[in-house]
């Protein structure tokens, strides 16, 4: 029988260090590695719903939700229905099918300004296609970049990021090239006048600006009125592009991207997670100018043999579908609120030195009584040990949240108002 709290861990340990004579730190990606919380890692067996199950039959519910694709929640009949037809029908083709039409023409529906887009098989590969196609199109080399704002692990986007390298305490990476990050420009984010200053010295050099419009890779840390609006001011008037990097955000907030409720018009975007319902994809998209420099229309190269995989596209066009017909986002905005204002609410009690932030159904508890957090230099204030104390104690009792201070939490159709309040109360 499945447990709620008491945790055993017995074969997750056993696997860790099976795992670690082969796999480099026993993990396929840093931050699953519990070393800014402390402990091994937790293997997980299945999920269904609002629950992940791990081999030690532990039952938690799930605030991760694979880092964000599982909008819908685990396993939901429909979409793994669609993935069962169509790997039935086939893995791979390595060439055209009817559902990267289907998926393009959905894409378009909810995003007007998405007038070309391109399958890719992650957002890694998203992003690095949009700078590549900045430069080509532009013309120029230099890319404007946000600091702890992640973008992927392509060599020149490893300046100042976030995610993973700001949970390992690595400001780059080694093995990247001077050469690779020459080009590349740090400002903070939220702050216009160094995005003014930079242009005023480099403008006529910069590609793009690329930005995740909601942070999400060092927590959840929203834009301030009118830092998304001068990016797009400064950038059109430069002659830059401008890239919003929605793979996080992308159906996140409502069924369609940030940029298109915030009413700004990136010239490209990146969208990931959520559109492949769980299963690996990217998507590059923007203005018909740009994208038709794409190969093989044009000079920039891309090409990838999953590129437009038929079962990656089946089960995002399905969690797409179901996200329009039943707009759950209100009541994942309700529920975000609920576990921010308990968190509040508490911790102005009993005067702790911690606070949530909440958009929409993503929330991060940030253990500092510093407030607005507005850029990394304020998330780095973050007592990460009180974050990896709550992380633990929130584990034994059954809660999966991110492993690392650094992220964002996500809420999903698939919890219930119970687990939410009994979430609440337990912190």
Not at 21 to 38: C, D, Q
Not at 43 to 55: K, P
Not at 79 to 88: R, S
Not at 253 to 258: E, R, S
Request: glycine letters at 10%; proline letters at 4%; one cysteine or more.
């Amino acid at each position: 029988m499945m447990k709620i709290g008491n945790r055993q861990s017995a074969i997750s340990n056993s696997l860790f260090k099976r795992a670690q004579r082969l796999i480099p730190g026993g993990v396929n990606s840093p931050v699953r590695a519990f070393k800014s919380v402390g402990g091994n890692p937790v293997y997980m067996e299945r999920g269904g719903g609002e629950y992940l199950f791990d081999v030690d039959e532990n039952k938690y519910i799930d605030f991760c939700g694979s880092w964000g694709p599982l909008i819908l929640g685990h396993a939901r009949h429909e979409v793994v229905e669609a993935v069962k037809k169509a790997a039935k029908d086939g893995m791979s083709f390595g060439a055209c099918n009817q559902r990267e039409v289907e998926m393009a023409e959905l894409l378009n529906g909810c995003v007007p300004y998405l007038e070309m887009m391109r399958m890719v098989s992650s957002g890694t590969e998203a992003v690095m296609t949009a700078l590549r196609l900045a430069r080509g199109f532009t013309g120029r080399n230099k890319i404007l970049k946000f600091d702890g704002c992640y973008h992927g692990h392509a060599d020149y986007l490893l300046v100042s990021a976030g995610s993973g390298l700001l949970t390992g305490g690595i400001s780059s990476s080694a093995g990247v090239l001077p050469s690779a990050a020459a080009d590349i420009l740090v400002a903070h984010y939220n702050d216009t006048s160094a995005v003014k200053k930079i242009f005023e010295k480099h403008g006529k050099e910069i590609a793009a600006v690329i930005v995740e419009p909601v942070a999400g890779n060092m927590g959840l840390v929203k834009p301030e009125a009118g830092f998304l609006e001068t990016l797009r001011e400064l950038s059109a008037g430069y002659a830059s592009l401008l890239i919003f990097d929605e793979v996080i955000t992308g159906f996140r907030l409502a069924p369609t991207t940030y940029g298109n409720i915030r009413g700004i018009t990136p010239d490209l975007t990146t969208l990931g997670k959520i559109v492949g319902g769980g299963m690996p994809i990217g998507v590059v998209g923007g203005k018909a100018e740009i994208m038709k420099k794409l190969a093989p229309l044009g000079a920039v190269y891309q090409a990838g043999t999953l590129s437009g995989n038929p079962v990656a596209l089946a089960a995002g066009i399905e969690t797409l579908k179901i996200l329009k017909k039943e707009n759950p986002y209100p009541r994942l905005a309700k529920f975000a609120k609920k576990i921010a204002d308990a968190v509040n609410s508490k911790s102005e009690k009993k005067s702790q030195k911690v606070h949530c932030v909440n958009e929409g159904g993503m929330f991060t508890i940030f253990f500092t009584d510093k407030k607005p957090l507005r850029n990394s230099d304020d998330i780095k204030c973050c007592d990460t040990a009180k974050f990896a104390e709550f992380f633990r104690k929130m584990l034994k009792k059954g809660y999966y949240l991110p492993p690392s201070q650094f992220e964002t939490a996500f809420i999903s159709a698939a919890h219930t108002e119970k687990s939410i309040e009994k979430f609440s109360k337990n912190f």
